[in-house]
């Protein structure tokens, strides 16, 4: 009855390391499972196609072994694009496939076990390091099956879009994990997530950058946790901030970087692409904060404001079958919250945690003192100590019963 919930072990960390590393790695390798895929000359593209900045690249008889020349610049050839022979960058872009498609059975164990150990550094951090209800195993699985989804978003962006890479909204994760948990949390993920999502490009070395910098300044400038709107301002001044340092980088690499050609672009357009995944970062991290957060195991604070409203029947129950220790509920909310607000944890959840506390209490309400009218007798008088204490005791147990069959998050049971 007092279960609560479950904490992860080192077991637990491998297994969820294990299994997410296998589905990195599957969704890596999900173009090259469709032969039809297969870039050729002449023939019309069934995907987009994309060199990553800083590849080596060359025609197609480079690809055959000569040397290889570099070229900084990324190329990405929409679906639907003819390959044609004596196109130079069409040929660049076939020789690149030709070194990469399909994948050997070596590259493929080496991308799991890297995959693999960006896991375990994520999950043995969470266990040894993170906040108390960074240990639960739903929070960390929550974890996980969003690392997931943004790996699979990332994939289908880069494989059926034309879109920039620099437009995936990887700021999204780390701003939902710094709105239920920490941003020192938050800033960890982001790292991993980066490298994650740069290994789709064969750890494009600009993509990584940008994921760097728009999800670490997302995370980092983010306010208030209260209100949505702070999740838009960060997404966009990560993407202000993943702009600069794309830029930077370019000039790095390049010698030299035209805005204004690369605005030209329209939807190609680099620095757009930065500005465009802040932006869409942070308007997913504010509209689907609710279920993201159901699935980190946290407590939305619109449901916390729900659970205070004093018509919730569990609270009138309260009122009507307990009123003295409702009213000792109350006392104990307040002080609980200006603690809580006084070394910076959640001072909502908290004060909810405190009105209910005590909700077991309804049961046999006069066994309790602060329910006895002046003058009353208490039924405890005629009982045997031992009796009368587990009388008392057991109001714990009634009021979990009571909060579980009513539909109560499990963070508020387990006050």
């Known amino acids: 009855m007092l279960q609560t919930r479950v904490k992860a072990g080192a077991t637990a960390g491998v297994v969820i390391s294990s299994l997410m590393a296998l589905l990195f790695t599957l969704i890596q390798l999900a173009d090259q499972f469709v032969p039809a895929w297969l870039p050729q000359a002449g023939h019309?593209?069934?995907?987009?196609?994309?060199?990553?900045?800083?590849?080596?690249?060359?025609?197609?008889?480079?690809?055959?072994?000569?040397?290889?020349?570099?070229?900084?610049?990324?190329?990405?050839?929409?679906?639907?694009?003819?390959?044609?022979?004596?196109?130079?960058?069409?040929?660049?872009?076939?020789?690149?496939?030709?070194?990469?498609?399909?994948?050997?059975?070596?590259?493929?164990?080496?991308?799991?076990?890297?995959?693999?150990?960006?896991?375990?550094?994520?999950?043995?951090?969470?266990?040894?390091?993170?906040?108390?209800?960074?240990?639960?195993?739903?929070?960390?699985?929550?974890?996980?099956?969003?690392?997931?989804?943004?790996?699979?978003?990332?994939?289908?962006m880069l494989t059926f879009t034309s879109l920039s890479e620099f437009c995936i909204p990887v700021a999204v994760i780390p701003l939902w994990v710094a709105t239920c948990f920490d941003r020192r949390t938050a800033l960890v993920v982001n790292v991993l997530l980066a490298f994650a999502v740069a290994s789709l490009l064969h750890f494009d070395l600009v993509l990584l950058g940008v994921a760097l910098a728009g999800g670490g300044s997302a995370t980092l400038l983010f306010r208030d946790r209260k209100k949505n709107r702070h999740l838009v301002v960060a997404g966009i001044l990560g993407g202000i901030a993943a702009a600069v340092l794309m830029a930077a980088m370019m000039v790095l690499l390049d010698g030299d970087f035209n805005v204004w050609a690369d605005v030209s672009r329209s939807w190609g357009s680099q620095l757009m692409g930065c500005l465009g995944g802040g932006m869409a970062a942070g308007l997913l991290a504010a509209g689907l904060r609710p279920p993201a957060e159901r699935l980190l195991g946290n407590v939305s604070r619109e449901r916390l404001l729900d659970l205070t409203d004093l018509e919730q029947p569990?609270?009138?129950?309260?009122?009507?079958?307990?009123?003295?220790?409702?009213?000792?509920?109350?006392?104990?909310?307040?002080?609980?919250?200006?603690?809580?607000?006084?070394?910076?944890?959640?001072?909502?959840?908290?004060?909810?945690?405190?009105?209910?506390?005590?909700?077991?209490?309804?049961?046999?309400?006069?066994?309790?003192?602060?329910?006895?009218?002046?003058?009353?007798?208490?039924?405890?008088?005629?009982?045997?100590?031992?009796?009368?204490?587990?009388?008392?005791?057991?109001?714990?147990?009634?009021?979990?019963?009571?909060?579980?069959?009513?539909?109560?998050?499990?963070?508020?049971?387990?006050?």
Not at 61 to 78: F, K, N, Q, W
Not at 111 to 126: D, E, V
Not at 137 to 150: H, I, P, T, W, Y
Not at 328 to 354: K, Q, S
């Open 44 to 156: 019309a593209t069934a995907i987009t196609l994309r060199v990553p900045f800083g590849a080596p690249a060359g025609d197609a008889d480079s690809a055959r072994g000569a040397e290889l020349t570099y070229r900084a610049r990324g190329v990405i050839l929409p679906i639907g694009t003819t390959l044609e022979p004596g196109n130079p960058t069409h040929r660049a872009v076939l020789a690149y496939e030709a070194q990469h498609w399909p994948m050997k059975a070596p590259g493929i164990a080496g991308l799991f076990f890297i995959y693999l150990t960006l896991g375990m550094t994520l999950f043995t951090y969470l266990r040894k390091f993170g906040q108390n209800r960074l240990r639960l195993l739903r929070s960390q699985v929550g974890v996980a099956v969003l690392m997931c989804a943004m790996m699979v978003v990332s994939k289908w």
């Open 314 to 415: 569990l609270l009138k129950k309260m009122t009507r079958e307990a009123p003295g220790s409702w009213e000792h509920a109350r006392a104990m909310a307040n002080l609980a919250e200006a603690a809580a607000a006084a070394i910076g944890v959640d001072a909502l959840l908290t004060r909810v945690g405190a009105y209910y506390h005590d909700l077991g209490k309804t049961v046999q309400s006069k066994f309790f003192i602060e329910n006895l009218l002046p003058g009353e007798t208490s039924p405890h008088d005629g009982l045997d100590p031992d009796v009368s204490a587990d009388t008392i005791m057991k109001h714990v147990i009634q009021g979990t019963k009571i909060l579980r069959d009513g539909g109560i998050p499990e963070p508020v049971v387990e006050f």
